[in-house]
């Protein structure tokens, strides 16, 4: 059996390719707001930058300092939501220690119609009441989700399996499948005899944060892998999942890098679009 490598970079050129002309239209502008210099948010915020730039989307990186205090940061997010040319922005995440336990404080402060991290209660509360209003959800499960319409591969009727449930991937990702018709099974860190419950998946979501915990004894043959993990090992780049031993098991699977980060950073740029059309009363 031929594995399908799920190649997030192509899929992502076509989500960018759509937005492009929507995007020339529409003129939406994008700030990521950075506290500090954490190396891996400045590659995020990098690769962000880069496919704003290859669309035409305004951006601006606002940089600030690491003892950047609470009240700063806040008064920096209450002047981005009454600024009539910010269309969306987000703090990129971690914050430093001394702002980390503000976060949720932080998202809170975002302007739902601005908040295209799709993080605060309102778009995550839309995401929950069905498919339709999925106006502005978190980017990576819209990722993950555009990946498996990209290359056609069935979701209703199936048995997803999630491994880990965190505000940001897990949690929404389990909803965003429920309402495409997938029986989901969500798995965590106090989850018993995980391998007996990823076995039973025919798409399989690693979402842990835990370098290689799904070997190939955990899958089943034929299944669908989508791998979220991104981990640096000896400088090299591996995911979630035992990429290698995996591929000869599955029927398609994604590749860290070039998987399922690509489609994140697209989904984000697509937020930053329906939140213009939004803003301007335009039903996409
Ligand atoms: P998180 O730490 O917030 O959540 C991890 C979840 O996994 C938790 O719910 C925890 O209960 C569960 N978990 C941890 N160990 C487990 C184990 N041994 N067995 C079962 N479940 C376990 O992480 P997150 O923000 O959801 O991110 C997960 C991973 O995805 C990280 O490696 C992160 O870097 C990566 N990530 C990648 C992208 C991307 O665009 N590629 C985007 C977001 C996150």
């Given amino acids: 059996m031929e594995t399908l490598l799920l190649d997030g970079k192509k899929a992502a050129e076509a ?12 003129d939406p502008k994008l700030v990521v707001v950075q506290v500090g210099d954490d190396p891996a ?25 690491k003892d950047t205090s609470l009240d700063q940061l806040l008064e920096i997010v209450g002047r981005l939501n009454n600024d009539p040319d910010v269309t969306g922005f987000f703090v990129q995440l971690p914050l430093p220690e001394h702002l980390e336990r503000h976060t949720p404080q932080i998202i809170r402060a975002i302007d739902p119609k601005k908040d295209i991290d799709g ?13 339709d209003f999925e106006d502005l959800p978190p980017a990576t499960p819209s990722g ?36 495409r018709d997938a029986t989901v099974t969500v798995c965590h860190s106090k989850t018993k005899n995980l391998g007996d419950m990823t076995r039973k998946a025919d798409i399989l979501i690693a979402a842990a944060g835990k370098a290689k915990l799904i070997t190939a004894d955990m899958v089943q043959q034929g299944a669908v892998v989508i791998d979220v993990g991104i981990h640096r090992i000896d ?10 031993a995996l591929r ?17 950073v697209a989904s984000l740029l697509r937020n930053c679009v329906r939140a213009k059309e939004r803003q301007m009363g335009i039903d996409s």
Avoid at 49 to 56: A, L, N, Q, R, Y
């Fill in 235 to 244: 400088g090299a780049l591996c995911g979630d999942t035992d990429f290698e």
């Fill in 248 to 264: 000869k098991k599955v029927s398609a699977i994604t590749p860290v890098p070039g998987g399922v980060g690509p489609m994140t």
């Fill in 144 to 179: 993950i989700v555009r990946l498996l319409e990209h290359y056609k591969i069935p979701v209703a009727g199936k048995h997803a399996v999630i491994v880990g449930r965190s505000n940001t991937v897990g949690k929404p990702l389990a909803i965003m499948l429920l309402n």
């Fill in 15 to 26: 989500l960018l390719d759509f937005l492009k002309p929507l995007v020339e239209t529409l």
């Fill in 41 to 65: 948010s400045e590659s995020y915020i990098r690769q962000k930058v880069k496919s704003c730039t290859e669309i035409g989307m305004r951006n601006e990186h606002m940089h600030v300092p």
């Fill in 119 to 131: 993080f605060g209660a309102y778009n995550l509360g839309k995401v929950f009441l069905s498919k």
